[in-house]
């Protein structure tokens, strides 16, 4: 058979002081599986990351601290297709950012350390960012986007890479 997995993430974060943010997230998907005997599609709310942001410095460049922990939601093993995974995972990242000094553009990376209480094995997430503005309201991006399985003796390993060349669009001033 074959199948295939939309995914959906709401990413709120709530500034309680200049250095603190508070951040909720929650992933929604839909995925479709079809075989020689049936075809099935399903949609639920997978998880919920709740977390915080801290700021460390701004100078000379932006850092900051990150917690996140995952809790599964709806998830059954004998569902067809089976959506996200029964695991709470607590993450750890390292997130700096820094304008480039004489043109419109920016850098950004993260680096950190993701403890998972189930299989599959623990993992290094990292991510890199390159941006340039080319008008006022568009920025040009390219990203890579990864982790990095840390193996364990009967744990299964998901190392991926992913890369991401696209539009940022700022709505900003539409939304005020």
Do not use: C
């Not at 500034?15 to 508070?22: A, C, I, P, Q």
């Not at 709310?45 to 917690?67: C, H, M, R």
């Not at 480039?100 to 993701?114: A, D, I, N, Q, S």
């Amino acid at each position: 058979g074959k199948g295939n997995e939309y995914r959906a993430e709401l990413k709120l974060e709530y500034g309680l002081t200049d250095r603190y943010n508070l951040m909720l997230y929650t992933v929604a998907k839909q995925g479709h599986w079809k075989d020689d005997n049936n075809s099935s599609t399903r949609r639920a709310f997978t998880e919920i990351l709740p977390g915080v942001k801290y700021l460390l410095f701004t100078d000379p460049f932006i850092s900051t601290l990150q917690l996140k922990v995952k809790f599964p939601l709806n998830y059954n093993e004998n569902d067809v297709p089976a959506l996200g995974n029964h695991q709470i995972d607590i993450e750890g990242k390292l997130l700096t950012a820094q304008p480039w000094p004489k043109l419109p553009g920016y850098t950004k990376f993260e680096f950190g350390f993701k403890g998972r209480l189930g299989k599959p094995a623990n993992e290094l997430p990292y991510y890199l960012e390159f941006g340039y503005n080319l008008i006022p309201k568009m920025i040009a991006k390219v990203s890579l986007d990864g982790k990095y399985s840390l193996r364990q003796h009967d744990q299964s390993v998901e190392d991926l890479v992913k890369y991401t060349v696209g539009p940022i669009f700022k709505f900003k001033d539409y939304l005020d």
